[in-house]
């Protein structure tokens, strides 16, 4: 058991942190006294460590020296990449925790902590913790951080090793977590803890389990206990264990003010505006702080010296950014509407949802009636990023299943994926190519199944179906069937240009049997709005002769280019 915490004790410590808060997200999310955006605690806590794990990560790998860091940069490197990935005030007020661990460790001479450091890390933890916020209450993480602070300080007075000392700092935080109910009428009604201090209870286990060489659990022991070794968690019985919270971030309004480790009650301001702001001075966000302190509620402006995270409730919305741009630059402008969170959340959430693109009305029309939501996108015409991720906000859907049916449309596709992930909303891309490979996986989606099986079981459909088309050459060009001429007709296999004519049924008829060639029970005709008269009909007879035991479904798709697309499965 170590005496001392090295450089990659602080790395464990971040994703045994990481660890926790992912197991316990969703028990905190679900337990709210508000029924506000910041309300998510365990959704903001987790994407707040998880993002900054990935960055620091990110950073190092680009500087090469992953593994070489010292403490103190491993901890100042997390503090400012979580207060850059602070998602709600929990996030932002837990970066600023961290901001005192790393204070001591990067006081000159110290190369590792050992015990009495790390009681006076603590303390500075928690006073940064109450520097962070405008107008400090009780019965919030910043209680339950000033009560490990005080336990560290006790034990370490006593001559405790370090493990002691991170005991003492678990137990003293849980002890006043566990009181927070009495200190807040509102979490008191709801018969729930802090969710914040619930978080930071949980971000002390991980630090014990390091220090005693333990790996962090998948999940807790049971409720009322965050570890084992007969560690009480001092909450009682009537109280959800940790992570389970009556207040969104914190506590409700005190003194007129909604404290900034809340989410705002139901007559608080209407807006939640978050930036980032650069290019300004301490003088410039003392002013700042003051202005937005009169606007508003709920107010957190941290950071510095180049980079200062702002949070603030207010009505006014524009008086909030302007005071911003007055004081320097804001980046990553986030505004939320109060009203409409909560009538989202009063909405049925789905655990899974599917946006799928369709080049045509009878494709989008067929991709409805299967339960997606569908975002309009063609040649010359095709879905933004933007647009993909507005769709799939829109399903309200804990996972979204996206079908792009265009291989152009693949990377615009995993874009809006990456950007989901930072805004908390799962996207998983089903690599359809075609709107054939599309309708083919929507055929099994199923939403009443699981994200991830439903994600299985529609790849192996698209996979599983072969794709061609037809389309006339708009252009003298080189393909792999040879040279072309404008107005011969092309026929393409699985994505390649592998036939060339002169007759549209003709050509359909060859790619079909390439396609078959390998066996096939269904095929799916999807005919384009250029399609002339008596085409499909004249492939369907033909195929009825040829392959007189297949199924044929036949789609009035509407698209534009192609006469014909075909699917076989």
Known sequence: MPDVITAADARHWAAATRGLLAVHRAAIDRLNVYPVPDGDTGSNLFMTFDGAIEAVASEQATRGTIGQASLAEELSGMSRAMLLSARGNSGVILSQLVRGFADIASEPGVEVIDAPLLARAATRSAERGRASVAHPVEGTILTVASAAATAAQQAADADGDLAEVTRAMLAGAEAALAQTPSQLPALAAAGVVDAGGAGYVLLLDALHRVVLGEAAPTRLTGPGSVG???????????????????????????????????????????????????????????????????????????????????????????????????????????VTHFAEQVAARHRDIADVGVVACAAGPGIAALLREGGAVVVDSGPGRRASTGQLLEAARTTHAQTVLLLPNDNDTLMAARAAAAAGRDEGLTVDVIVSRTVVQGLAALAVYDPGVPAGQNAVAMTEAAVATRHGAVTVAARDGLTTAGMCRVGDILGVVDGDFALIGSDLATVADEVLSLLLAGGGELVTLVVGAEAPHGLAAAVTEALAVDHPRLEVVLVDGGQPHYPLLVGVE
């Open 228 to 334: 084992e070794r007969g560690r009480a968690a001092q909450w009682s019985s009537s109280i959800p264990y940790a992570g389970q919270s009556g207040s969104p971030d914190g506590p409700p309004p005190a003194a007129g003010h909604a404290n900034p480790a809340d989410g705002g009650g139901a007559d608080g301001p209407a807006y939640e505006v978050m930036y980032l702001l650069a290019e300004s001075s301490d003088d410039a966000v003392a002013s700042l702080t003051g202005r937005l302190d009169t606007l508003g509620d709920s107010l957190l402006v941290v950071g510095g010296p180049d980079i200062w995270s702002v949070h603030v409730h207010v009505d006014d919305v524009g008086a909030a950014i302007e005071a911003g741009l007055e004081a320097g630059r804001p980046q990553r402008i986030r």
